[in-house]
């Protein structure tokens, strides 16, 4: 987490505007105030509505034994002692944990990394901007099948690559020390795409005036990345982090394709534990339960992200 | 302000209460077997996870229906068409809401669960008569002496051998027992340097728990008592069926690492093994991937103490909450009725679950299928137990952690029958 | 850790341009910036190109040990057979009206939420604001359900009556379809981000020439982040494109499903016909490739760009 709260203490640079809101005036206040309201509602109570309610019903239901085909029963706690007391949910946990851990952060800075590059006159550009984006709009089934033969110990792309440079092969997802890296490597190579674009959108919105203002006064080009374009970038990157925290959270295709939480339950996620438990165990009580962990643990993790990050805004 | 806060909390209150007790409307224990008498008419909806496609559904509604509809103009019936692996998803859904298609398409080991929660309707014992099943077959349609369903197609794990390699070793006779398997397997695994290029026998490409549930079988071994409620693969049999893939790692003759997904060409196919365990499918994809190899490839049931092959399938059943029970009791017994089964065996490349069908020509087109309905006196189910769903999912990981080599087989058996008698306690 | 050293060394290869000879200097970072590039592309695209070739491949071709990269015989006939597998136009169809549905939907609802969440707080913004960050973080499989009933027990449809009984709701209709997916706070979020950093000047001058803040919001601050619409438009029709699931679960006519369900075919139990997946999903992402090709052209002003020039 402290790779995204890393801006320095930058004080801002000479020649920027202020942007800082100007005092409230309490006339206009109160308009303004309703109009926010009214422009929120409709996105408001469609989230009620949507979310809101499943996630009231999901929390009522994690106290039954509700399994769809007969009524729920009243069971108290009794799902969340044993979903935290369930040695594979807990692996899922730790897992998930270690998946969200390599990928959240090694995405991003490539991410970032190539959308700066990206973020250019390069006479191909659209090209390579398609080229990263790829991944992301081809259907994981497809993609997970393909990987699958990448990853083929005896035929596959990356044994034959590897060969090539004298590298031993490995038996990359039926192994319990490489199925882990291999679905790791997968999930970066897949979430590259959209941390890009949503930095490259950034980038994009960022005034030109600030660096007009920083060449004048001869700050280097590193030093310009630094004390602005970071900075600068910190709304985006409180919104790709947290959305990537939570999408590695909620990592389901790849796994449920490239190695079904094996071998021995060494991939297996929370998500995937919550899925089997609802759809293939029918036993959807439990599954709640274990969702309304998940649920915490992400809450947890955002809010301490928000508190290290002193906020995500750049004008606070 | 205040006025509209409550009401709004009352509206969301309201919402969730209507969830909730959404989930509480399904049929439940109180709803009576639904009763056929009615007239045979209505409108009845039917999760059908076969016939998938355009020609899927040609042959469905095109063949199949108009010919039901021709015996029964007054039902109307709507197809749902969904891939086998959303068939849970649809149900639980379905189930939860209180609209379960009053006719669905299960899997073996799914009538128990769904039986023992009155979710599907019990069927007449003259439909277990009226065509010639093997009794076999229809033991996963059965719960507690009752017939809940009817087979349509069967899908079976069998062994498969590259006949050339054989030769080319001098063996001339398949293997009786597990002894000779490891003799031949050992003798087929051919090395360079000191990696495997063949092994012997892949057991990985097909699921590792109907795998070793084939070896439990044909090791005299049983999953649960005849009630269901009691665990009963913790015997020395089932531990002996899975050490018998750690045995076979050990030597080298089976290697973990060696699997094909499904469409892939197979191990066999590849020449990377001598023997695999293989579903009766396998023909179809010779047939398109490799017809040089049709002839090459031969097929036998395995068994250590007794021969066991074990029998996969999709039944069709009537949903007990059906508004229509006799519209739905009437689909029911036409798609399991030979016409629609053989169609959609043929469609699939399965095997028809009547034997009345062994002579059909569509059999006697494919050697696999025909090997295997010849042998359906041998064919094991899994399942047995109304705490199934729970611990089917337990199975694979759990027998894949001795696999690894993180505890012994005997642990991992002992751990399983934990987790079984665990879900089997809830019910 | 990784990230930082990453993005720590960007600014020097692709930016500075301080050195004895400026435009030597230039002229190596340019190159050195095609070579990554080229690799980092390779590198995404491999898969892509392989399910192209996949797609081409005879099932011979696909059963080939050790398999060949390029097919031997192309098979395009591969692409007619997949089509002709499934009602793909019907499917097609219907995919295209649920992703611009949703995108014009979640444009328009969600851009004006992230607008007031970022620039007209109120009291309890910041609640309602962590309130769509907490709603992202439940998983789809734990909505499923309880939405499954929403949308089965909405009141006065499809047969229902008040209270949500007896009729199906919106089971097999567009309602279902469309509705419960169009707003996501994935996108309030994001517009609310973008919405965050804009000079405060402009939104001022504004108000005092009399805007309203609708008009404040549409005319003056929405097309300083473009960029962020077009995101958000992209990923939607992406997403909603791409969905499986939910689409099948409510439907139950054919007529009504969507394209993944038709590319679900090819995947029945215990085959795979890959020829024709990759087939059929090869012309599934395409749209969303040219989409993406029409829609990065906006995003055109680098700062990159500018202290190069």
């Known amino acids: 987490m402290a790779v995204v709260s890393a801006p320095r203490d930058v004080s801002a640079p000479p020649a920027t505007p202020s942007r800082s809101p100007a005092p409230r005036r309490r006339r206009a206040g109160a308009a303004r105030r309703r109009a926010g309201m009214l422009m929120v509602a409709p996105a408001f109570l469609h989230a009620l509505i949507w979310i809101g309610i499943p996630v009231i019903a999901a929390f009522v239901l994690s106290f039954t034994d509700y399994d769809v085909l007969t009524q729920p029963r009243f069971n108290g706690i009794q799902n969340y002692v044993d979903a935290l007391s369930d040695p594979v949910f807990r692996r899922g946990m730790v897992n998930t944990l270690v998946y969200a851990f390599f990928t959240v952060p090694v995405a991003m800075g490539i991410a970032l990394l190539i959308a700066l590059m990206l973020d250019t006159q390069l006479r191909a550009r659209a090209l390579f901007r398609t080229a990263v984006f790829i991944p992301q709009v081809t259907a994981t089934i497809a993609v997970a099948l393909v990987w699958l033969w990448i990853y083929d110990p005896r035929s596959g792309l990356l044994n034959a690559v590897l060969g090539f440079f004298g590298i031993p092969a490995q038996n990359w997802l039926s192994s319990t020390t490489w199925a882990m890296p291999s679905v790791i490597a997968v999930g970066i190579w897949q979430g590259i795409g959209l941390k890009m674009l949503i930095y490259l959108a950034a980038l994009q919105s960022l005034p030109k005036d600030v660096y007009e203002a920083a060449s004048v006064d001869g700050a280097s080009k590193t030093r310009q990345f630094f004390s602005i374009t970071l900075p600068l970038l910190k709304p985006a990157t409180f919104f790709v982090f947290v959305t990537s925290v939570i999408s590695a959270f909620q990592a389901f295709d790849l796994i449920y394709i490239l190695t079904d939480g094996g071998p021995a339950n060494t991939t297996t996620m929370m998500t995937y534990e919550i899925y089997k438990s609802a759809f293939r165990e029918f036993r959807v009580g439990y599954a709640c339960a274990q969702s309304i962990i998940l649920f915490v643990f992400l809450l947890l993790l955002t809010l301490a992200n928000r508190r290290l990050n002193g906020g995500d805004s750049g004008r606070h | ?427 | 850790m990784a990230g930082i050293d990453l993005t720590a060394t960007s600014p020097r290869t692709t930016l500075d341009v301080v050195g004895r000879s400026p435009a030597s200097r230039r002229r190596l970072s340019r190159a050195a910036l095609y070579v990554i590039l080229s690799v980092i592309a390779a590198v995404m695209v491999v898969p892509f190109v392989w399910m192209v070739l996949t797609s081409l491949k005879t099932p011979t071709d696909i059963a080939a040990s050790p398999p060949t990269f390029l097919p031997t015989e192309w098979a395009w006939s591969n692409y007619a057979d997949a089509l002709a597998a499934a009602p793909f136009l019907t499917y097609a169809r219907n995919s295209l009206v649920i992703a611009v549905s949703h995108t014009a939907i979640n444009l328009l609802i969600a851009s004006m939420a992230g607008y007031a969440l970022a620039r007209l707080r109120f009291r309890g913004s910041e609640l309602v604001f962590l309130g769509f960050v907490a709603a992202l973080m439940i998983p789809t499989y734990t909505k499923i359900i309880p939405e499954f009933l929403i949308v089965r027990f909405m009141p006065l449809f499809g047969g229902n009556d008040i209270l949500g009984q007896g009729g199906t709701g919106w089971l097999d209709t567009w309602w279902a379809l469309i509705v419960p997916g169009a707003v996501t706070p994935f996108a309030v979020f994001l517009f609310r981000q973008f919405y965050l950093d804009l000079p405060v000047e402009l939104e001022e001058a504004a108000r005092l020439d009399g805007v309203s803040e609708l008009g404040i919001w549409g005319r003056i601050m929405t097309p300083l982040v473009k960029p962020a619409f077009i995101t958000v438009a992209l990923l939607t029709f992406e997403s909603s494109w791409n969905n499986f699931l939910w689409p099948l679960l409510v439907t139950r006519t054919d007529s009504m499903r969507v394209i993944q369900v038709g590319l679900s075919v090819f995947r029945t139990e215990n085959d795979t016909q890959w020829a024709f997946l990759m087939a059929g999903t090869t012309l599934a992402t395409l749209p969303m490739v040219a989409l993406f090709l029409l829609g990065q052209k906006y995003f055109v002003r680098g700062f990159a760009n500018a202290g190069i020039k």
């Open chain 2, 1 to 427: 302000m205040e006025l509209s806060r409550r009401s709004f909390l009352t509206a969301m209150g309201l919402g969730t209460a209507t969830v909730v007790a959404g989930c509480s409307t399904t049929n439940g224990a109180t709803s009576p077997a639904a009763d056929p008498t009615g007239p045979v008419a209505g409108d009845i909806t039917f999760l059908c996870a076969l016939f998938e496609g355009t020609t899927g559904k040609e042959t469905l509604e095109g063949n199949l229906l108009k010919q039901f509809n021709e015996k029964y103009p007054d039902v109307n019936v709507t197809v749902d068409y969904t891939d086998y692996g959303s068939l849970n998803e649809k149900i639980t859904t379905g189930l939860a809401s209180g609209l379960m298609p009053d006719v669905v398409t299960l899997g073996v080991g799914w009538i128990p669960p769904f039986a023992y929660k009155n979710a599907i309707a019990p069927l007449p014992e003259s439909l277990a008569t009226r065509y010639t099943y093997e009794e076999r077959v229809l033991e996963p349609s059965r719960f507690d002496g009752q017939l809940y369903a009817l087979p349509m197609v069967l899908d079976t794990r069998i062994v498969a051998y590259r006949k050339d390699f054989f030769e080319e070793a001098g063996i001339t006779d398949t293997p009786k027992d597990w002894a000779e398997l490891r003799e031949i397997a050992k003798e087929l695994t051919v090395r360079d340097g000191g990696t495997v290029t063949r092994v012997g026998f892949d057991p990985f490409s097909i699921d590792l728990r109907q795998c070793w549930e084939t070896f439990l079988f044909g090791n005299s071994g049983e999953l649960f008592s005849a009630d269901g409620r009691e665990v009963l693969f913790d015997s020395p049999e089932g531990v002996a069926s899975l050490q018998l893939f750690l045995d076979m790692v050990a030597d080298g003759s089976a290697d973990f690492a060696l699997t094909t997904e499904a469409g892939q060409p197979t191990t066999l196919q590849q020449g990377t093994s001598a023997i695999m365990m293989t579903n009766n499918s396998l023909y179809v994809q010779l047939q398109q991937q490799s017809p040089e190899l049709v002839d090459k490839i031969g097929t036998f049931v395995l068994g250590n103490t007794t021969p066991a092959m074990l029998q996969g399938g999709t039944m069709v059943s009537q949903s007990a909450t059906s508004k229509n029970p006799a519209a739905a009791r009437a689909l029911v017994e036409f798609m399991g009725s030979p016409d629609a089964v053989l169609v959609a065996s043929e469609q699939r490349g399965s095997v028809p679950a009547i034997l009345d069908l062994k002579d059909s020509d569509y059999v006697k087109s494919n050697p696999m299928v025909e090997f295997a309905i010849n042998n359906l006196d041998k064919a094991r189910s899994e399942g047995g137990t109304p705490a199934w769903m729970e611990i089917r999912e337990k199975i694979k990981p759990t027998l894949e952690t001795a696999i690894v080599g993180q505890q012994s087989a005997q642990q991992a058996i002992d751990q399983l029958a934990g987790i079984a008698n665990d879900a089997i306690a809830r019910l």
